[in-house]
């Protein structure tokens, strides 16, 4: 019998539960993947507690995994039974095994591990766009990476220090503020007791950053458009404290002709070509040894509300995975 951890109502992690489902056979373009891992996302928190669409309920969270082919359904070209696999952003991940559109999944290197997949999919792919094409970091730019020290900033701040970039990261405690330095910060900000951006004018000559990558939301908004250079940019790309509340772009005139947009990885995977094109550029990252996959915590999928209790929490840095077999 299969097992997938469901929601039947929207609320704490005490909805998460672990349940015997039926995973039926592949369609047309589909395969049933047999996962070995899962991956554990803050969109996962915002969909079990209500904050975005879980669709219809009871409903199987998580968007994220790795594990093999096991069946083909008619029309699938390019994979085979046994194939390793892996795919972010597509819903019902916390499964032992799943139906998924063949088109979704992306054929996994030997140099790359189940578990550093479903570590990386998701947080690499968002790292990313977020740095080759929401905002493509040039070399001497100062940016500001919120959660320096969690899943997606970990990799930002990585792979944004490889691009040349003077990062300042947030991160909220002084143990975090070391994993942020490892991961090539130069600076730190312990933004729960330092304004962010006087800290901010202090380290760039009163300049202010090119880029503000605020995945904080509600909490932070204001202070990131605050510690942005003239024509800078506010990435705001997550809601962990909070929706952001509404504004008008009005403000953004005096603070310098200022952009904000709200991206999602969503669209940045929308096609094969561009799904690929990030693949391509993440594992090459890996490979060239500009980014170290970490991951710092691992649990059972069938303790997936611990695993949500620890997130919320802000226990967890780093990646964590879900192990389901
Ligand atoms: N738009 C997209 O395409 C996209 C894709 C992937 C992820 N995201 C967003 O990226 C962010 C990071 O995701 P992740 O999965 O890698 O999680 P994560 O960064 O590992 O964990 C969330 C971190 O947010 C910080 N935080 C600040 N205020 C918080 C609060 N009130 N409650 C909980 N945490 C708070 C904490 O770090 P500190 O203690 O250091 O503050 C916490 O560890 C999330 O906002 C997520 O929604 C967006």
Not at 111 to 131: C, P, V
Not at 164 to 173: D, F, H, N, T
Not at 192 to 216: C, F, K, Q, W
Request: hydrophobic share 40%; charged share 20%; with cysteine.
């Amino acid at each position: 019998m299969t097992h997938a951890i469901r929601i039947h109502q929207v609320g704490g992690p005490e909805q998460l539960r672990w349940e015997a489902v039926d995973v039926g056979t592949p369609g047309a373009g589909q395969v049933r993947v047999r996962h070995t891992v899962c991956g554990l996302n803050y969109i996962d928190v915002y969909q079990r507690d209500g904050l975005y669409p879980a669709g219809e309920l009871p409903a199987v969270l998580g968007m994220e995994a790795a594990g093999v082919v096991e069946a083909l359904g008619e029309d699938v070209d390019g994979l085979a039974v046994g194939d390793r696999v892996a795919y972010p952003m597509c819903q019902g991940a916390y499964a032992e095994a799943r139906l998924i559109a063949a088109d979704k999944l992306v054929r996994l290197p030997q140099t790359i591990s189940d578990r550093q997949a479903a570590a990386i999919m998701l947080k690499g792919l968002t790292a990313h766009y977020l740095l080759f094409r929401t905002y493509a970091v040039q070399p001497g730019d100062a940016i500001l990476v919120y959660a320096a020290a969690g899943g997606v900033g970990s990799l930002l701040c990585q792979w944004a220090k490889h691009l040349g970039a003077r990062v300042i990261g947030c991160v909220g405690s002084e143990a975090k503020a070391d994993i942020a330095r490892d991961n090539g910060c130069d600076h730190t900000i312990l933004y729960r007791n330092e304004d962010i951006p006087s800290r901010v004018r202090e380290l760039t000559d009163g300049e202010g950053v090119a880029v503000a990558y605020d995945s904080v939301g509600k909490d932070t908004f204001m202070a990131s458009l605050d510690a942005l250079r003239p024509f800078g940019v506010l990435a705001s790309y997550g809601n962990a404290s909070g929706k952001v509340e509404p504004f008008s772009p009005a403000i953004l005139a005096p603070k310098g002709s200022l952009y904000v947009t709200r991206p999602t990885l969503a669209t940045h995977i929308a096609t094969r070509a561009l799904l690929e094109e990030g693949v391509t550029r993440l594992f090459g990252a890996i490979s060239d040894g500009k980014l170290h996959i970490q991951i710092n915590q691992s649990y059972a999928l069938a303790d997936t509300a611990m695993a949500h209790r620890d997130l919320e929490a802000r226990k967890t840095t780093g990646s964590t995975v879900l192990l389901a077999e």
